[in-house]
């Protein structure tokens, strides 16, 4: 055929059909940028011309955020107090026998908080009692005129040095560990520290005594019962002999707290 015929323009002769031109949709669709995607900081502000930032920053600030969060909460600790009477009734049983040293392997699967509150709590009560009572006695003994007479103090003194003790010793010889390079738990730690104080709670009964002679001697047992307890629990963390040093300070800490109990609240 002709090349004339064919270039012919046929859209306006009678009877003819428009051709039907239908436009394509554009099915493309803007996605999202990734979460690690980078993004241009704004033209103004402290955050120009730092170079990209990553949509990652703002969510690892609020998941650290959450972390201390978490710290602070106390539903994060309610489960260092799922304990029963049996299991607080051994540990206890446990802190009277020092010399097996196996303290740690029995709470390894359950570790408690409760002798860190309960236990340092109810000794604070029972310091600041019979410390009172005690020294009444005393008084009594040597002026049958003397009054009962209820010292605040004790309070006060007995709640600064039993919390702040059962609190920051075990904290400070787990950074120390942790320095070294050894491998330590703080829950460990002040689980044993606190079941620690329960043969001091103990003594304190016994320390009512108005004679010198027996409660040096009853201060004297507990501050080695207690101490052992510590030192050779204390022991499945430190190995190297280079490093029984934290187990003589671990004893003489404990003896030293055992000591200054009887020197305020029983002299």
């Avoid at 436009?23 to 502000?45: D, F, H, Q, T, V």
């Avoid at 120390?176 to 829950?187: E, P, T, V």
Wanted: some cysteine; hydrophobic content about 45%; charged content about 10%.
């Amino acid at each position: 055929m002709d090349d004339s015929y064919t270039n012919f323009p046929t859209s306006h002769l009678v009877g003819s059909v428009p051709a039907v031109v239908t436009e394509e949709k554009n099915s493309y669709r803007p996605e999202a940028p990734a979460a690690n995607s980078p993004i241009l900081p704004p033209n103004n502000g402290p955050n120009a011309g730092r170079g990209y930032q990553t949509l990652g920053g703002e969510g690892d600030g609020q998941q650290s955020t959450n972390k201390w969060n978490g710290v602070f909460s106390v539903s994060s600790y309610t489960e260092y107090f799922n304990v029963d009477t049996d299991l607080v009734l051994n540990r206890l049983m446990s802190s009277l026998n020092p010399t097996t040293g196996d303290f740690f392997s029995k709470i390894d699967a359950n570790p408690d908080l409760y002798g860190l509150v309960w236990i340092s709590t109810t000794l604070v009560f029972v310091l600041s009692s019979i410390g009172n009572c005690a020294t009444y006695l005393m008084h009594k003994r040597s002026d049958s005129n003397s009054s009962w007479n209820f010292d605040v103090n004790y309070v006060n003194v007995a709640a600064c040095s039993v919390y702040g003790y059962a609190l920051l010793v075990p904290l400070g010889f787990y950074f120390l560990l942790r320095y070294m390079g050894l491998s330590a738990s703080l829950i460990h730690f002040w689980c044993l520290w606190g079941y620690s104080l329960f043969v001091l709670i103990m003594s304190s009964f016994l320390l009512i005594i108005p004679v010198e002679f027996l409660r040096w001697t009853i201060t004297i047992a507990a501050a080695i019962t207690s101490a052992s307890f510590v030192a050779l629990n204390l022991r499945t963390y430190v190995q190297s002999d280079d490093l029984m040093i934290l187990l003589v300070a671990a004893f003489s800490l404990q003896s030293a707290l055992t000591i200054f109990i009887k020197m305020w609240f029983f002299s």
